[in-house]
């Protein structure tokens, strides 16, 4: 690569901070890596009350993501069907509530995203492991779906696959990294979307994981 030594804008100054992924979806590129560390803090405490666990679907799979949840509803997946529930259904108590931290992030993205007044119940915390992936699926358990999904990226990178509204639709593959932020909404709220098997690596914040909060407003 080559760099003009008068050019007053940094190396990586071609890398747009906002990255327009489709009609109503952008990455906001580094937008969380800030406040990540308190992120990753929150998430240890959260985790401490309601574990990290691997959900069966409804047709019997345990998902290789592992997964909990804070918020007033917690997103949970078993033998009967996908739902939202107020409890944790491990411990019969409710899930965590929402740090402040997380819900301060989830507001300010999807303001900068075009989605003001963003309103999260609640927030899925998905851990992932070298070799975990997350296959294409729509998030349409939400009541109210006017509402964007906030999804926030940290730790180890991971290819994002950003379909269409039909399952068939080829994905695109995104590089998302430590601190990045989705935000999808409007025509793109139904687009399939998955996580391609993660890569091994050690990143200096989290180790061997990739950890992604995804925020939703269910009703
Ligand atoms: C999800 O679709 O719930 C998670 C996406 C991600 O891990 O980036
Ligand atoms: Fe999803």
Same mark, same amino acid.
């Given at each position: 690569m080559t760099f003009d030594l008068f050019d007053p804008l940094p190396p990586d100054a071609d890398v747009p901070a906002s990255e327009p992924l489709g009609p109503g979806a952008v990455v906001l590129r580094a937008f969380a890596r800030e406040v990540a560390p308190s992120l990753l803090a929150a998430v240890g405490e959260v985790s *401490?009350?309601?574990?990290?666990?691997?959900?069966?679907?409804?047709?019997?799979?345990?998902?290789?993501?592992?997964?909990t949840n804070c918020g007033e509803r917690g997103w949970v997946s078993d033998?009967?069907?996908?739902?939202?529930d107020a409890l944790d259904p491990e411990s019969g108590r409710p899930w965590p509530v929402m740090p402040t931290s997380f819900?301060?992030?989830?507001?300010?993205? @999807?303001?900068?995203? =075009?989605?003001p007044a963003? @309103?999260?119940?609640a927030c899925l915390i998905n851990r992932y492991l070298p070799g975990t992936r997350l296959s294409l699926h729509q998030d349409r358990d939400?009541?109210?779906?006017?509402?964007?999904?906030v999804s926030v990226s940290l730790g180890l990178p991971a290819v994002f696959?950003? =379909? =269409?509204?039909?399952?068939a639709d080829r994905p695109a593959r995104?590089?998302?990294?430590? =601190?990045?932020?989705?935000?999808?909404?409007?025509?793109?709220?139904?687009v399939f979307h998955g996580i391609a098997p993660l *890569? @091994?690596?050690?990143?200096?914040?989290?180790?061997?994981?990739?950890?992604?909060l995804t925020f939703r407003k269910t009703r």
């Open positions: *401490a009350s309601s574990p990290f666990r691997h959900l069966v679907t409804p047709g019997g799979l345990r998902m290789s993501v592992a997964m033998r009967t069907g996908y739902r939202y819900l301060d992030l989830a507001v300010r993205a @999807a303001d900068a995203a =075009g989605y963003f @309103a999260p119940d939400e009541l109210d779906l006017r509402a964007p999904i696959l950003w =379909g =269409g509204l039909r399952r995104v590089r998302l990294a430590h =601190g990045d932020v989705v935000v999808w909404g409007g025509p793109s709220r139904l *890569a @091994a690596g050690d990143h200096p914040l989290t180790g061997r994981e990739r950890i992604n």
